[in-house]
């Protein structure tokens, strides 16, 4: 293949990113589009790069370290990054391609001033844009700067932070090359940024345009705040105009200085309202080119707009696709299930299939279409109250939506007599006898599905699983077990608010749920308990399993004293409970079955932090405490006026909740007990592809949809480069943050506590489970490295159910997503926790180790000194 050191920006297209980096080809499609004016230029190719390189071979040994280093070991990335830096600019840059830029120059004007810029292969990429990463040099003038300029350009592709990136983002350091842009210098009267979608709300159709006098460095650099314009729908609606009083200008002989602006100009606007809306026109134009919101840098010369780089925003959450024009409003399946995490395509798939209502997907996340739902006063007021019970943020996102009048459209209710507004199941006795009816029913099916999955394989199986998602869903919207899942919902609600009302307490419904009965999430917790009492008498076990590394350790422990009792302990466990795992609702995550050793730490610290038979006489504790409650309760209550009346509701309440609130936790259990099943039957084919060389990896399944894995397993042949794509971009899901509320705009509605009743500084949550206490906090982001001490507070994002085990050794919890009827708020309440959910940015405004104070019958959270 004939190298290409130099080609001229009106050759490239943003097809050649491999050429000319991501910069360089978003110069040449720019390029291309009609009245778009782009500063004329040339890139020195990747070709001139990976020749550079090949010329100090003593960098490969330099990338082997790098690849061993996490992005967090600022201090050897920062010397090994330097001393690459060193050796590729000290490599003398070859007389062939000394010529050929020399020749470019020429034709462009050899002593003219020129913008020399990186163009990494990785860079400007639709979900990674790089930005600021390696080196832009502006104003250089002459062949033999602008060479040096172009050397420093490759040597910025190992920048300590352009390192640390790529490390961050999982790029592997050798797949990224450089090539550099080489453009006429433009001397603007003003430079900024546009943006085409609002780069802090998302919203789509709201531009915002930074304008500054001089070059657009002066903003980069922060040298001065921007005038700022926002557009929307042809309209100026929003303008701020700074005192911009220095701007930053070229110099005849190359380089650029920082100049004082006039008094007198220093407040004026640095584009006059017509010009901000003919460049948000030509935003629009790139926009709809490239199919995605862009981050544009403009230049204003003579009263004309040169664009000198495009890339696409990639902190904005992807919009659910919709098939219509109309407005959308979209909430999280994600907080309300306790798994924020983007999932698999897999997994995402399969949560759909099985789900009891239309599910749209965006960014690896699930949400629901709640529009319809808004749209009728008498449906929307249902909505907003089980929601605002839940979780008070989501309800007010959604009431600054439903603020702005034209957004959700207002339909009438249903005329009396026609079809009603789907509302609560009808009320049931109060009776243990239905709850075990229903897990019974529950585990007979999931037992009929083991049995009869076990001989399907190819096309049958998937025909066979399609069945059994209907079965699924039928199980799921059983009416009897709707009825028993409100029927506890709404008793707490009645006991929390009656009891406040009679009796000025709050959230009493919290002690008085203690060791409710047939709570599968709480016995989970409560069972590695008993595990650990197996295995504590047996140090040699212990001592083994502080040391496992593998998942094969249960195979191992036989060979110790006590080996035998210990597995056959943990064996048990997982036949109980080996399908959860974190992030249970997609399909594709490993399961405690599949990944043992997760349990591992969880056992020890119940070996070190608990005496034998802590789970009996925990369970009995919280019994007796829910007892002393109810009378504590009925006796005040038969004090007061028409005190007989009131005792007896509440009582009859409070056996109401005992029977039914356990329950909650069930159908969950049985949804992941099924997807376990599907699991083991889905990977199994996937081995038979594996054998037949269809996939490479069994777990290739999991970037690929039901339907997608139905026709590969049909055709024998699977669509590799769609894979690959799908393994990106689930990778770029992790940047980003799924949004309460999302509305087809692209707008994340952030809601908020408007309370004024915490004391200052202190964190806002939900209280969900009552009482206070104090210690230190445990932040935790991953299950696998729990090490906690008696006294601990956890926080973390997110508990989903398989969470619970830790709860045992905890004293509270403070997560950042949650409401009151969500599986950490309910296993929390059984164990008496003081939990305080739904706390933004938890984990990172409170520090591993710091000393706080939760208030769960409030709802906030105090740092201590």
Known sequence: MVERYVVELSEVDEKQGALVGGKGAHLGGLARIGGIRVPAGFCVTTDAFRRIMAEAPAIEDRLDQLSRLGPD??????????????????????????????????????????????????????TASFAGQQDTYLNVVGAAA????????????????????????GIDHRTVQMAVVVQRMVLPEAAGVLFTADPVSGNRKVATVDAGFGLGEALVSGLVNPDVFRVRDGEIVARAVAAKQRAVHALPAGGTREVAIDPRRQEQ????????????????????????????EWCLVDDDFQIVQSRPITTLFPVPEAHDAENHVYLSVGHQQM???????????????????????????????????????ASRAGLLDMIGRSDPLTRDALETVLARADFVPSLPDPEPGGPAARGAPAPIETDPAIVAELIARSEASVAALRRDIRTKTGPELFDFLLAAFEEHKRILGDPVSMQAIMAGMQATWWLNDQLWEWLGEKNAADTLTLSAPNNVTSEMGLALLDVADVIRPYPEVVAFLRDVEDEGFLDELPKLAGGVEARDAIEAYLDRYGMRCVGEIDITRPRWRERPRTLVPLILDNVRNFAPGAAERRFAQGRREASRKEQEVLSRLRALPDGARKADEAKRMIDRVRTFIGYREYPKYGIVSRYFVYKQALLAEAE??????????????FYLTFPELHDVVRANRADHQLIRERRDAFRSYHALTPPRVLTSDGE???????????????L??????????EGRARVLLDLAQAAVEPGDILVTAYTDPSWSPLFVAVAGLVTEVGGLMTHGAVIAREYGLPAVVGVPDATRLIRDGQRIRVHGTDGYVEILP
């Open 764 to 773: 806002v949550g939900l209280p969900v489970s009552a009482g206070t206490v």
């Open 146 to 169: 602008i060479v040096a300029h172009v050397s420093r350009c490759w040597a910025s592709l190992f920048t300590e932070r352009a390192v640390t990136y790529r490390q961050r983002t």
């Open 339 to 377: 798994m924020t995490d983007p999932m698999k395509p897999l997994g995402l798939s399969v949560w759909q299939l099985t789900a009891m209502a239309p599910m749209h997907v965006a960014g690896g996340r699930l949400f629901v279409d709640a529009t319809r739902g808004l749209a009728a006063p």
């Open 748 to 762: 994340a509605v952030t809601g908020a506590y408007r309370r004024d009743d915490v004391p200052a500084g202190a």
């Open 269 to 296: 606007p640095a584009l006059t309202d017509a010009q901000v809306l003919r460049l948000v026109r030509l935003g629009r134009r790139i926009e709809a080119h490239f199919g995605r919101p862009q981050d544009i």
């Open 73 to 126: 070991d600022r201090a050897a990335i920062g010397e090994l990054s330097a001393e690459i830096r060193r050796i590729i600019e000290g490599v003398a840059v070859p007389d062939d391609l000394t010529a050929a830029i020399t020749e470019a120059l020429a034709r462009f004007g050899e002593q003219a001033a020129y913008a020399v810029r990186s163009s990494a292969t990785a860079e400007d990429l639709p």
């Open 688 to 701: 038979r592809l594996v054998r037949a060389g269809v996939l490479p990896d069994r777990e290739d399944i």
